[in-house]
């Protein structure tokens, strides 16, 4: 009833608030708009299990900056377990190139590289005339692949967690700054109560916002989906969750909704560092770690699964219930932190 | 006399600033009781412990026998507080609606309560306008509505008459002497000497102490002042 009373006050106040309403809803459309018109390709160190070959070969590719892997027997999973970036195996008659394609910049630099040393060596030995015939294959994606396939994913999770961080923690902190929060406090409305009514409040709008982007992001600008949509809306459900409860949390500690918007750069930036849209491989290892008490990280991962690599909720429920763990987190130090306001 | 809030000993700092000071008094069912001193005094830091919406470092308040803070308790409190506290997105009725079911009033008895309270604060015209188009004083008395909604038997104004014209001021001043006709008790604060007048007892706050408490004619016979403004002096002088 109490409950009720709020989630409807809360849901009345954003339906009057027809900017936010749009920064909510269409925003996130926008921003993915132009980041798929404008992203190209970076460059990072590349692995190479290679099977047969000569020495040649090998020191050409080295030469090229290529870490090479011996391999013995050839299939797919070898590129996943030796972290490879790509599979090279010489035959008799010619070669052929499995690329990982995570990263498609990376995938056709490498395709590059290793089909000029393979003609470099050739055209020094002679046996072969008409010249090694590479023949390419990918383990996820194809040659049609682009980068923003890969980051696709991993954007529109962080935009259905930025905006819900965003506009939710304003709300909260717009109740303490104009004083209804401890007006609310004075009435018999139990602290959880409050907390709950502002999950689902806010939360019936990222459930909305989310199939919006969502929708957009696979129909309109074709982002790669191997996946199933509704894996992909469960798994940013959950992430706007964590955005909810982390938003009315650091509300708290905020004086003003311009203090809110300084956790920006504080809360939201690094987690785009730490979610695979930059390689973290050549960081230390500390560094790395850091990207693992990041929210993001998890659900980034969780999204590129589903979407690119086309696994279900099973292949990532470890992502999943740490996500969930962290809501969970969130949610009971909000009730905690309400008791600033009211011990009771 | 029963007494509907007992305060002992209590005390409170915030970082270093000491608000309150060793505070006792007690508040009888059905007074008028009015904190009169300057901004800065201590006067809502006092009050939001009555309600309970801010603790104490010692001291107890103990409001009609259960200790604050109680949830329960809050469903008898009516609380204004200094900042008129609405939701300017919505409209005066819904934030009544929205309040009132805070409470726990149900259907048919919060209309009635809706209607009592926008009537008494004169506001029936303006109940569909959005806050945000009300005036200062319109807000002001919408916050008074709020606090009476669910029809509480302590209310606890913290300068509710600030910002009204002085017509309005009388009807409320009017509408209290008649809540307190009816048993209730009524905890306010002001910083209007000629308001203080009106109360059946006061207490001079400042600098977080009570400097005197008693019925205003009570308190010039006592301090040989012939207004209250002179009282507030005269004891100011006998606490240094």
Redesign the interface.
């Given at each position: 009833m109490r409950i009720q009373a709020l989630v409807k006050r809360i849901m009345l106040q954003m339906f009057r608030d027809k900017r936010t309403l749009a920064l909510l809803f269409l925003a996130p459309l926008l921003v993915l708009t132009l980041m798929y018109l404008i992203f190209d390709g970076n460059d990072s160190e590349l692995r190479l299990g290679i099977i047969g070959g000569d020495e040649r070969l090998a020191e050409v590719l080295e030469s090229r900056g290529i870490e090479l892997v011996a391999i013995d027997t050839a299939d797919d999973e070898a590129i996943a377990v030796d972290e490879l970036n790509g599979l090279l195996e010489i035959t008799g008659a010619g070669a052929d190139l499995t690329l990982e394609n995570s990263d498609p910049a990376q995938a056709r630099g490498l395709q590059a590289q290793v089909s000029q040393a393979l003609s470099q060596t050739d055209g020094s030995s002679s046996t072969n005339t008409d010249g090694t015939v590479l023949e390419t294959d990918y383990l996820y994606g194809n040659e049609e692949t682009e980068l923003f396939d890969v980051i696709g994913p991993i954007l529109v999770g962080f935009f259905v967690f930025f905006f819900v961080f965003l506009i939710s923690g304003i709300g909260l902190l717009k109740e303490r700054v104009s004083g209804t929060l401890e007006r609310v406090l004075a009435t018999p409305v139990k602290r959880w109560e409050i907390v709950a009514a502002y999950l689902m409040g806010f939360g019936i709008f990222a459930v909305i916002q989310t199939t919006i982007v969502v929708f957009f992001s696979i129909y309109v600008l074709d982002m790669v989906m191997e996946g199933s949509i509704w894996h992909v809306i469960v798994i940013n459900l959950l992430l706007s969750l964590v955005a909810l409860s982390l938003g009315i949390l650091l509300s708290t500690f905020a004086g003003s909704e311009f203090q809110m918007v300084q956790f920006i750069p504080l809360v939201i930036v690094p987690q785009i560092f730490f979610s695979g849209i930059f390689p973290v491989e050549g960081m230390a290892d500390w560094l790395q770690n850091l990207g693992r008490i990041m929210p993001l990280y998890y659900g980034a991962d969780a999204l590129k699964s589903v979407m690119y690599r086309g696994e279900g909720l099973g292949d990532v429920a470890g992502n999943l219930s740490i996500l969930a763990l962290f809501a969970l987190v969130f949610i009971v130090l909000n009730i905690l932190a309400l008791k600033r306001h009211r011990k009771l | 006399m029963d007494h509907v809030i007992r305060i002992e000993g209590l005390s409170k700092k915030y970082g270093r600033q000491q608000v309150l000071t060793d505070i006792n008094l007690s508040v009888g069912q059905g007074q008028i009781f009015g904190f009169i001193g300057p901004s800065g005094s201590g006067k809502t830091t006092l009050v939001k412990m009555i309600?309970?919406?801010d603790?104490p470092d010692s001291g107890m308040v103990t409001v009609m026998d259960r200790q604050v803070?109680?949830?329960?308790l809050?469903?008898d409190?009516g609380?204004m507080?200094q900042?008129?506290?609405?939701?300017p997105?919505?409209t005066g009725k819904?934030n009544l609606?929205?309040?009132a079911?805070?409470?726990?009033l149900k259907k048919a008895f919060l209309k009635e309560r809706i209607e009592y309270v926008a009537d008494l604060v004169q506001l029936q015209e303006a109940m569909d306008k959005?806050v945000s188009a009300y005036s200062g004083g319109m807000k002001r008395r919408l916050s008074l509505a709020?606090a009476l909604v669910h029809d509480p038997q302590l209310l606890i104004l913290d300068e509710p008459t600030v910002g009204i014209d002085p017509e309005l001021r009388q009807s409320v001043w009017h509408e209290l002497l008649d809540l307190m006709g009816q048993g209730k008790t009524i905890v306010l604060t002001t910083h209007v000497m000629d308001e203080a007048a009106k109360c059946e007892v006061i207490a001079l706050v400042r600098d977080g102490g009570i400097l005197a408490t008693g019925s205003p004619d009570e308190l010039k016979r006592k301090f040989g002042a012939s207004d209250l403004e002179g009282v507030f002096l005269a004891a100011g002088r006998d606490a240094k």
């Open positions: - | 309600v309970g919406i603790s803070p109680n949830l329960g809050l469903q409190i609380y507080a900042s008129d506290a609405l939701y997105e919505l819904e609606v929205f309040f079911s805070l409470f726990g959005k709020i």
